[in-house]
């Protein structure tokens, strides 16, 4: 069955980085891969997304901080958090959608904490 797998969150001090990567297995998936985020009490929004031609698009909230990326295969998808601030605290999932069905998935998801 499709599984996606989001990976790379961590505890970072106001300014630090984390990368984190998604890898996605069981189907095949369409060019587009999104990540979002969703803190407690709020809304999920979208971080970013890469999708045909490598094309980008941010949150106006991450715009210059982060950068969204795949490896040469393509299996796996990152993304490059810089500058982080206590308000990028959330759990981040990565959203893949199948060819066939256009349905999507995503995974558990991997919680990033900003703090001192």
């Known amino acids: 069955q499709v599984q996606v797998v989001e990976s790379g969150g961590g505890l970072v001090q106001p300014g630090g980085s984390l990368r984190l990567a998604c890898t996605a297995s069981g189907g095949v998936f369409t060019t587009t891969t999104g990540w979002s985020r969703q803190a407690p009490g709020k809304q999920r929004e979208l971080v970013a997304e890469?999708?045909?031609?490598?094309?980008?698009r941010y949150g106006d909230s991450v715009k210059g901080r982060f950068n969204v990326s795949r490896d040469n295969t393509g299996n796996t998808v990152y993304l490059q958090m810089n500058s982080l601030r206590p308000e990028d605290t959330a759990t981040y999932y990565c959203t893949k959608r199948t060819r066939d069905s256009g349905r999507a998935y995503w995974g558990q998801g991997t919680q990033v904490t900003v703090s001192s």
């Open positions: 890469i999708t045909t031609g490598d094309r980008t």
